[in-house]
């Protein structure tokens, strides 16, 4: 995309027929498909791998390594693990020992790589064949992208790739952080949500958060799940300013993009995500709401 049109190009909108991560299982011809041989304890289940259908009622029914081949592309290396789930929420005890995952890791035949973990049943009961949970990600391919199920996978490649294609016609440049905080702070709150006034973010946020409380502003990474690697080849990560504040009853945190770490400020500056926790009372609990939604919650707080 020409330079000059960077100011105005909306960061998290492009094209819909992308996602972001992968996800790998299957069974056919390991010469043919270009995976390795799959270890003594993958084996094990690999009669869930001859029918992609099995792992997820939205895939084909054939063999599931043929269906991850095609959304991969020739050339992926693709290993596999059968491990016990760690970064599913579950937590083993001796009576109560945690679920099996089956661990998939793919080199991208571009740059990158692809990593999945699927939970597959316990190991004292067996593998069930329906597999409840799939989570995974791409990195390497422009900035993390993320994937909850497998048959979302082909769009989330297409995402990670269509994605990494037009951020190389930005040119590379870095992130100077005043900036990019001074950039945030001046945006009109209603640039950010249509529903609130054409006060400046930062008097809104102040607003919100009341003269005693301090507000933090800080540039990271959007995504907190990305991991915290070097950006090397063409790997990338969104750049977010976060504001914060904290007391005794709430949390608040909104994260608004404004580049990335390797093409520096550009664009027009968008939600990314918020988060609003209510620590006490029958509201207690985590929110993810628009900002006007969030100025709603605090008006409708009973006062103690």
């Given at each position: 995309m ?7 190009v ?11 991560l ?5 069974l056919?011809s390991?010469?043919?498909l ?5 270890p003594e ?14 792992l997820?009622?939205?895939?084909p ?7 991850l ?7 992926a290396?693709i ?13 083993g ?10 661990g ?10 692809l ?7 316990k190991a ?7 597999l ?5 990600f791409?990195e390497?391919v422009g ?6 199920s497998l048959?979302e ?11 990494m294609a037009?951020?190389q016609?930005?040119?590379?440049a870095t992130i ?10 001046r945006l009109?709150a209603?640039d950010?949500d ?6 400046t973010?930062?008097?809104w ?6 003269t005693?409380e301090?507000?933090?502003w800080?540039v990271?990474r959007c ?5 915290r690697?070097?950006?090397?080849g ?11 504040f904290?007391n ?7 994260a608004v993009?404004?580049?990335t770490y390797?093409?520096?400020?550009f ?5 990314y995500?918020?988060?609003h ?5 029958q509201?207690?609990g985590?929110r ?11 008006e ?5």
């Amino acid at each position: 995309m020409p330079a000059r049109d960077l100011e105005t190009v909306s960061l998290l909108k492009r094209p819909r027929m992308m996602s972001a991560l992968v996800l790998p299982l299957g069974l056919l011809s390991i010469l043919l498909l270009g995976s390795r041989p799959l270890p003594e304890q993958v084996k094990s289940i690999s009669y869930l791998l001859e029918d992609a259908s099995q792992l997820d009622a939205e895939l084909p029914a054939i063999p599931f390594r043929a269906w991850l081949k095609s959304v991969v592309g020739e050339g992926a290396r693709i290993d596999w693990n059968l491990t016990e789930c760690g970064d599913h929420g579950f937590r083993g005890r001796k009576d109560h020992p945690a679920p099996q995952c089956l661990g998939i890791d793919v080199g991208l035949p571009e740059c990158g790589r692809l990593q999945l973990s699927i939970v597959a049943g316990k190991a004292a009961t067996g593998i069930h064949p329906r597999l409840t949970q799939a989570r995974g990600f791409i990195e390497g391919v422009g900035p993390t992208v993320t994937v909850r199920s497998l048959h979302e996978l082909p769009a989330r490649m297409a995402e990670a790739r269509n994605q990494m294609a037009w951020l190389q016609e930005v040119p590379p440049a870095t992130i100077d952080v005043a900036s990019a905080i001074n950039r945030v702070k001046r945006l009109k709150a209603s640039d950010l949500d249509g529903k609130l006034d054409r006060t400046t973010f930062s008097a809104w946020f102040r607003r919100l958060a009341g003269t005693a409380e301090k507000v933090t502003w800080k540039v990271d990474r959007c995504d907190p799940m990305a991991r915290r690697r070097g950006l090397e080849g063409c790997a990338d990560e969104w750049a977010c300013v976060h504001a914060r504040f904290e007391n005794d009853l709430d949390s608040v945190s909104v994260a608004v993009v404004v580049g990335t770490y390797r093409r520096g400020i550009f664009g027009s500056p968008q939600i990314y995500s918020t988060r609003h926790f209510v620590k006490t009372g029958q509201n207690f609990g985590i929110r993810q709401s628009p900002l006007h939604e969030i100025l709603s919650e605090f008006e409708q707080q009973p006062l103690d």
